[in-house]
């Protein structure tokens, strides 16, 4: 099933499948432009390396008694109070590592997040900055019920209404897979950032876990660093008269 998210204003949009030299001419150019970083490694060497090898995981544990509907990404979102007052929605909560509460007067844990190796409220801080491509996502669910809910994508802009797609872990099972608790999900042109909504109702008593593999990145402090440094060069070249 194949995404397509909008770019951050300004940027071009990172696409295609981002592993091995399977590049577009897009990427290609932000390649050559040094707009682009895999896992830290540098644009030239990124061909020479299995990016699906980097991973970001993250478990979630419902203690509540009925379903809940958690935000995995909020955009640019402040709050599940303001997501649902602006989309109309009916979230309980935004994840983060810890104890996740909803939004009561007295607010109830309702579910646990624990992500390796460093914590969700880390990954969501990073990718609201840095927009973040992922080339496939597994789950493991603690009861092959959990699979049927949906993943919800919502495209956010101010200037439209609500935009979404949305993922059915279920449909990525296939026919001679005896783990009736995985799917396994392909994401070719998946970009997280921060005009991308992401949530899922988790059932009551499920755990589940999110595996997701890392692609490409845009990297805003590397990318001012590598622009300081171009500016530098034409000044010294004009300088010495070049």
Same mark, same amino acid.
């Given at each position: 099933m194949k995404q397509n998210f909008p770019s951050l204003a300004g940027?071009?949009?990172?696409?295609a499948r981002m592993t091995?030299?399977?590049?577009?001419?897009?990427?290609?150019?932000a390649r050559r432009q040094n707009s682009v970083r895999f896992n830290g490694v540098?644009?030239?060497?990124?061909?020479?390396?299995?990016?699906s090898k980097y991973t970001i995981q993250y478990t979630l544990t419902s203690v509540a008694a009925s379903s809940v509907k958690l935000a995995?990404?909020?955009?640019?979102?402040?709050?599940?109070?303001?997501?649902?007052?602006?989309? !109309?929605?009916?979230?309980?909560?935004? /994840? $983060? =590592?810890?104890?996740i509460k909803d939004t009561a007067s007295t607010p109830a844990?309702?579910?646990? !997040?624990?992500?390796?190796?460093?914590? /969700? $409220? =880390?990954?969501?801080?990073?990718?609201?900055?840095?927009?973040q491509c992922f080339t496939h996502l597994k789950l493991l669910a603690s009861s092959p019920d959990q699979l049927y809910n949906n993943i919800e994508i919502v495209h956010l802009s101010p200037y439209h209404g609500l935009a979404s797609d949305r993922l059915n872990p279920s449909m990525y099972k296939?026919?001679?897979?005896?783990?009736?608790?995985?799917?396994?999900?392909?994401?070719?042109?998946?970009?997280m950032d921060?005009?991308?909504?992401?949530y899922i109702t988790l059932?009551?008593?499920?755990?589940?876990t999110f595996i997701w593999s890392a692609g490409a990145q845009w990297n805003e402090a590397s990318d001012l660093h590598e622009l300081a440094k171009g500016y530098a060069s034409i000044l010294a070249n004009a300088s010495a008269g070049r």
């Open positions: 940027k071009q949009r990172l696409s091995g030299a399977d590049f577009t001419d897009a990427i290609a150019r540098t644009p030239e060497d990124a061909a020479d390396f299995l990016i995995l990404l909020p955009g640019y979102f402040n709050s599940v109070t303001e997501i649902n007052a602006s989309r !109309g929605l009916a979230l309980d909560a935004i /994840i $983060n =590592e810890g104890d844990k309702i579910a646990t !997040g624990k992500g390796e190796p460093y914590p /969700i $409220n =880390e990954l969501l801080r990073f990718v609201y900055r840095n927009p296939t026919a001679n897979q005896t783990n009736d608790k995985m799917a396994d999900i392909p994401l070719p042109d998946f970009q921060d005009q991308t909504l992401l059932n009551a008593g499920a755990s589940l």
